[in-house]
């Protein structure tokens, strides 16, 4: 979990690799249904450029689509999720348990903008505009606090700060993981 350009992507693909993980990308599933020309599509198409969250139901859909499409997996990354309490309330529901961690990745909100506004530019994302970015970041501190505490609770967090170069934070991301093993 993180705020949008706080590295949680770049990561999650890194340890993906090393560790054999199946890497969920909830941005990346969705900016790909938004790209189709589906009801659907359009429908969160026009959500994210408004920098709102899609809603609870449709991201459910598409995260148990994507797991359930690979059984073969020795574990699962969900970058991006849950977004908000609800989520994870239902994601456990559906899955029958808790995570083994959340990874929470620290990061001021200049170095996510910085950082947002470059992926932006870079891989023409309309959703890293800087005004639907300032949306985004609004939402995710505003709704991520019951999230944490949920996680919190069942002492399942793990901080990280994430401002540093990409290879430090994966060499603590690598840390974070070995624990449970």
């Known amino acids: 979990m993180g705020g949008p350009g706080c590295g949680k992507g770049t990561q999650c693909r890194n340890i993906a690799s090393k560790y054999g993980f199946c890497h969920v990308g909830l941005g990346q599933l969705l900016r790909q249904e938004a790209q189709r020309g589906t009801r659907r599509g359009r429908q969160i198409r026009d959500i994210m450029l408004q920098g709102l969250?899609?809603?609870?139901?449709?991201?459910?859909d598409m995260v148990s689509d994507n797991m359930l499409s690979r059984p073969e997996s020795r574990g699962f990354l969900i970058d991006g999720f849950?977004?908000?309490?609800?989520?994870?309330?239902?994601?456990?529901?559906?899955?029958?348990?808790?995570?083994?961690?959340?990874?929470?990745?620290?990061?001021s909100m200049e170095t996510m903008v910085r950082r947002a506004l470059r992926r932006g530019q870079a891989?023409?994302?309309?959703?890293?505009?800087?005004?639907?970015?300032?949306?985004?970041?609004e939402t995710h501190y505003s709704l991520s606090e019951p999230v944490?505490?949920?996680?919190?609770?069942?002492?399942?967090?793990?901080?990280?700060l994430a401002e540093a170069a990409p290879e430090d934070i994966f060499a603590k991301c690598c840390s974070v993981i070995e624990s449970l093993q």
Request: with cysteine; aromatic share 6%.
């Open 53 to 60: 969250l899609v809603p609870t139901g449709i991201i459910l």
């Open 148 to 160: 944490l505490a949920f996680y919190q609770h069942k002492n399942l967090l793990r901080n990280i």
């Open 123 to 137: 891989e023409h994302r309309a959703d890293d505009a800087e005004p639907a970015l300032r949306r985004r970041l």
């Open 82 to 107: 849950p977004r908000e309490l609800k989520q994870a309330k239902e994601f456990e529901r559906l899955v029958g348990r808790a995570p083994n961690m959340v990874i929470v990745f620290d990061c």
